[in-house]
């Protein structure tokens, strides 16, 4: 997967500069800071804060999924990524859907997809005026549509860092540890260090040269050995009187 290319560091999003857990943290703390910046709005405001009930259900939807990601963050659970990573998609795909149709509308401005986005104050407004409100909609949206991309691929990296923890740990887990304990065999090595102690000794037989006869002189031979032991004489030869 992109996540884990072999190009940069495994699990980091930003060209590989933050890493996906901490991007996470930072998907959170700005839907704190969005929420907190919504509240003070209707607070100080004379608008009720939520005024029908689609609204109030998409209210409960978004502090929900901020609970989840706040959650799966804390704990590192993959599950609780996936609803973040269903409302950034859906919020990607109207904002970049939204962006097109802005964008169509600077050349066209007066189409029907033109015409639902203008505002009733701006329908008798000149076609430049027009055009000029469509580019400021396009230049807005733009970095929010890129925004919310960037939380789609945080919530899918977050999602497989997560799983990644999860499987090492539990193949860790599932690993015998060695134990001393453990019954000696014939070796004196314990089974379960048997692959990690290599032995000391060697087991190969051992190989015995058998020894070998003298090697003869060409310097000396066998009749003056016999010239010897007649006359006793040192030189081999008998004095002559």
């Known amino acids: 997967s992109e996540m884990c290319s072999r190009t940069r560091i495994p699990f980091t ?49 978004e502090t929900l999924t901020l609970v989840s990601t706040i959650y799966a963050w804390w704990k590192e659970k993959k599950e609780f990524v996936v609803p973040l990573f269903i409302q950034s998609i859906l919020a990607s795909m109207l904002t970049l859907l939204s962006t097109v149709l802005f964008f169509i509308s600077i050349f066209f401005p007066y189409t029907a997809a033109a015409n639902a986005f203008i505002p009733p104050a701006m329908v008798d407004e000149t076609e430049m005026n027009r055009r000029i409100f469509f580019l400021m909609c396009f230049v807005f949206l733009t970095p929010i549509a890129a925004l919310f991309g960037w939380f789609v691929m945080t919530a899918m990296g977050a999602y497989q860092y997560y799983d990644h923890k999860e499987k090492l740990e539990a193949f860790r887990r599932s690993r015998p540890l060695p134990s001393l304990h453990d019954p000696v ?17 060697s087991t190969e037989p051992s190989i015995e040269i058998p020894p070998t006869g003298n090697f003869a002189n060409p310097n000396f031979s066998d009749e003056e050995e016999e010239e010897q032991e007649l006359f006793g004489g040192r030189g081999g030869r008998s004095e002559m009187v």
């Open 13 to 61: 999003t930003c060209f590989g500069v933050m890493h996906v857990r901490n991007a996470l943290l930072t998907i959170i703390i700005l839907q704190l800071l969005g929420e907190t910046i919504e509240t003070l709005q209707y607070i100080f405001s004379d608008a009720p804060y939520v005024t029908d009930t689609i609204e109030f259900l998409f209210e409960i939807i």
């Open 185 to 201: 065999p014939s070796d004196g090595t314990p089974k379960s260090l048997a692959l990690v102690i290599p032995s000391a000794v």
